[in-house]
Nanobody, 120 residues
Framework: QVQLVESGGGLVQPGGSLRLSCVAS????????MNWYRQAPGKERELVAA???????NYADSVKGRFVISRDNSKNTVYLQMNSLKPEDTAVYYC??????????????WGQGTQVTVSS
């Protein structure tokens, strides 16, 4: 079955770094756009970073220049390198796999999330 398993979250001081990983299984990873979302308490889930099958990337304005998304298709893994972390980056981070079908429907999978807390 489809699985997305995130890891790498934790507690870090402001200005610190973390690298999140998401290992996928049960689907053809290389054919999916991979995304990282986050959801802070009391807020809506927001898209943080995306990487296409051609490795084009997009970032939320709030993380541009600080976060880097990458993928390793040989390992079915997507990464999120987070640098210069701020308290406002505190959230549960979710891995998402997305593929549009010709008939207009979508294959859309989610991981269980990993907590990132930025605090001194």
């Amino acid at each position: 079955q489809v699985q997305l398993v995130e890891s790498g979250g934790g507690l870090v001081q402001p200005g610190g770094s973390l690298r999140l990983s998401c290992v996928a299984s049960g689907f053809t990873f290389s054919t999916y756009v991979m995304n990282w979302y986050r959801q802070a308490p009391g807020k809506e889930r927001e898209l943080v970073a995306a990487i296409t099958i051609g490795r084009s990337t997009n970032y939320a304005d709030s993380v541009k220049g600080r976060f880097v998304i990458s993928r390793d298709n040989s390992k079915n893994t997507v990464y999120l390198q987070m640098n210069s972390l701020k308290p406002e980056d505190t959230a549960v981070y979710y891995c998402n796999a997305l593929r549009a079908r010709i008939d207009g429907t979508r294959d859309n999978y989610w991981g269980q999330g990993t907590q990132v807390t930025v605090s001194s």
